[in-house]
């Protein structure tokens, strides 16, 4: 069972992280971290309340809270433990917070132990357009060895519900990772 350190902010797609971690969930386990406003977003987008999801995370799924910068996965030797750290859906204002090394919350602590400990990142942003800031602290982030993307779901598999282009995402974010899954078909051209 492989470890993981799922964290949702407060950028539109709530519905990438809480899919991302049922998925994950299944055969490992997941360290996760919502932010504030990641629980506004989740209430606004899919009607789900804080007390609510807290109630329903199954049992491969241990929580900490945002503030909680004590916690044991804000250390290097519990982050290298990890496949990585995976901030879907990942606000502007965590990006610039990831970007800079601010480790205001624990969600921004857990990346920059990520960066510092060469562990695997992945933010996926959600904004359009975007500003040169945005587009300097994506820049940053690559530079010091994260993977960032712009949620950007393909059409070539043919979605035909939302779930379907929200499982195309969340599937190239486990892509990315090495984990098997079955939540869209790969390409396939006619000489395949
Ligand atoms: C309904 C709603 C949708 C939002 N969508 C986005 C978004 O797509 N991208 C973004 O960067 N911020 C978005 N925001 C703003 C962030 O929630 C805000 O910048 C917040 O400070 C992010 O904090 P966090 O990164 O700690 O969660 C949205 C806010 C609300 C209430």
Redesign the pocket.
Known sequence: MKKFIVCI?????AIYGVRLVEELSKKHFVYLIV????Y??LD??MGIKKEDFVKKLNKNIKLFQPYDIAASIASGSRVIETEGVIIAPC????LSAVANGLSQNLIHRVADVALKERKKLFLLI??MPLSLVHIENMKKVTMAGGIVSVASPGFYHKPKTVEDIVNFVVGKILDSFGVEHSLYKRWRSDED
């Not at 932010?35 to 990641?38: C, L, M, P, Y």
């Not at 606000?91 to 965590?94: I, K």
């Open positions: 902010t407060g950028a539109s797609g932010s504030n406003n990641g506004v977003v606004r987008e606000s502007l204002g965590t959600r904004e």
